[in-house]
């Protein structure tokens, strides 16, 4: 049997509050396309940066040919010839193609010739590792005139430059149509029957079928397990990226739906272009909805456009007091809805400033709305968030920095309770935050909705962890393709159906 080229083992790597990747390994062979195989979150990129040297492990070794590697800068893995394309072309488009390739390594003339750049010898070079790829393009026309799909193989030819044993490409689909794709994927095929060993990284079911020999699946930080692809059905695959659902649902949780209330919310044909197909949905009184599917299924779109964060371009939205389209999430707020996006690094927590500044961000914001509230008041109010939802710090003051990752989401939690919305979306809310945590937060979302005196708040409930969806959730809406394609009562949730509804081949 053939030993790996590279070989990943005990990987860990935390950042301030979130366990990112937990004793994860992963095993590359020459010769064969690797798919790492994950949900949003999962860890793929991270694992990926820290094979790159953009990372330092936290613990783990990596071998490269059996000898311990420790990349602690992109340039070392280079040398060592572990090539990466990341998901954004990074080059220049008005740089020729030739120069787009050799960049940063020019080949010069000798210092008889005045050690400036060999200008032929770019050109040459440069068809040289494109004939590799069988892509015959002008070398000297600016990268600008190509298609993008051109685009990203100029990008994989500049990484297959100097000789590579691994080539990894972090979701390199995203951008292309079916037709780039197609060509793309001839070029990586070739490249894999000269013996390179290529990982692939994405979360298309259908390209990784099309494409890969061996998978990987990551779900929460951690390696869910390493298949051949053709011993893998497309259900077990889901089933593996998604988590299987519990056996049964915890006995703490009374199992039949509350009786719920009047709608609060609706969409009606609530769509946008490339975004999301024309959606109806209904929101009740008290009500936990959940969102299930897969990255890409609509299930963030359905949310922006909820929010306003996007704005529709077909369709509109009700709530009790009007019916119209969102063109900020402003007007969205004004309406009572508030979003807690899974964007917690770049719309969340806020680290250098305390808890309590954090918890009353949101309603400071809007507080040109209402009356306003006294300091003491405010800090009040805070202050009992924190004691309510069980947020653990030293004291309000405290960077929010400081507190662990489940605590972070509990106060970003908390800043959009202190609006008092009607309607409280939640996108990911338990991303990244270990398990006592998510199942704090998840009691926490349904004693939220499910008041005795009919007062509760309406909660969409957005998960990739589909056993959360199904413990949170009254209602489950499934999303595949950018359109629902199903939807569950709890008590009648049929948690097979759920996943053979997410894992269905698109239609033609
Ligand atoms: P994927 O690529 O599978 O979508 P990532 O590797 O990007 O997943 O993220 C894994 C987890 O680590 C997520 O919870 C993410 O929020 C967190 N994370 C990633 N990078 C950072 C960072 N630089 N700082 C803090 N948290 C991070
Ligand atoms: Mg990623």
Redesign the pocket.
């Known amino acids: 049997m053939t030993k790996p080229v590279l070989d990943l083992s005990g990987i860990h790597k935390s ?7 937990t004793d994860v390994s992963l095993r590359l062979f020459p010769g064969e396309v690797h798919a790492l195989m ?12 820290v094979l790159t040297g953009l ?1 330092q492990p936290d613990a783990g070794t990596i071998t490269l040919d059996g000898n311990p590697i420790a990349p602690k800068r992109t340039e070392d893995a280079q040398d060592l010839g572990i090539r990466t394309v990341y998901q954004e072309v990074n080059l220049c488009p008005n740089l020729s193609v030739a120069e787009n390739i050799c960049a940063g390594r020019f080949p010069r003339k000798s210092w008889l010739g005045g050690g400036r750049i060999d200008w032929a010898a770019v050109h040459t070079e440069a068809r040289r590792v494109l004939a590799q790829m069988d892509l015959d393009i002008d070398v000297t026309a600016p990268l600008s005139r190509y298609s993008l799909s051109v685009q990203q193989m100029v990008a994989i030819a500049r990484a297959l430059r100097i000789s590579a044993r691994v080539l990894i490409l ?1 979701e390199p689909t995203s951008s292309l149509d079916d037709a780039a794709v197609q060509r793309l994927f001839t070029v990586l095929r070739r490249l894999r029957d000269q013996g390179l060993a290529i990982l692939f ?1 994405t979360h298309f079911l259908d390209q990784t079928y099309a494409l890969a020999d061996r998978i990987t699946v ?1 779900r929460n ?1 951690e390696t869910e397990g390493e298949y051949l692809a053709a011993d893998l059905s497309r259900l077990a695959l889901v089933n593996k990226m998604v988590g299987a659902p519990p056996d049964q649902q915890p006995t703490r949780l009374d199992s039949r739906a509350p009786e719920t209330g009047a709608p609060v919310l609706k969409a009606v044909g609530l769509g946008r272009r490339g975004a999301l197909q024309p959606l109806d949905m209904e929101l009740k009184r008290g009500e936990v909805l959940g969102l299930a599917g897969l990255l890409g299924s609509g299930r963030t779109e359905a949310a922006r456009l909820l929010f306003g964060a996007d704005t529709a371009d077909e369709g509109h939205v009700e709530t009790e007091g009007r019916s119209g389209r969102w063109h900020s999430p402003r007007e969205a707020i004004a309406a009572g809805i508030a979003f807690c996006s899974e964007d ?2 770049h719309e969340g927590a806020i680290l250098d400033l305390s808890v309590r500044e954090n918890i009353l961000l949101a309603l400071q914001a809007r507080s040109g709305l209402r009356l306003c509230m006294s300091r003491e008041q405010q800090q009040a109010l805070a202050d009992d968030y924190i004691k309510r939802l069980g947020i653990k710090t030293a004291s309000a003051d405290t960077p929010i920095g400081q507190l662990s ?1 489940g605590n972070q989401q509990k106060a970003l939690l908390a800043r959009w309770l202190a609006t008092e919305p009607a309607v409280l979306i939640l996108d990911e809310p338990t ?2 935050i270990d398990v006592r945590a998510k199942e704090d937060l998840m009691d926490a979302v349904r004693a939220l909705a499910h008041k005795e005196d009919g007062t509760g708040m309406s909660i969409l409930f957005i998960s990739s962890e589909l056993p959360e969806v199904l413990h949170c959730s009254d209602r489950v809406l499934v999303l595949r393709d950018r359109r629902a394609a199903g939807e569950y009562r709890r008590g009648e949730l049929d948690e097979r159906s759920v996943l053979e509804v997410i894992a269905a081949e698109p239609a033609a």
């Open positions: 950042f301030p509050g979130v366990k990112a990747l994950g949900q949003n979150g999962a860890g793929k990129s991270t694992l990926i940066k990372y972090d990284v990551m930080g917690r690094k990752g991303r990244g």
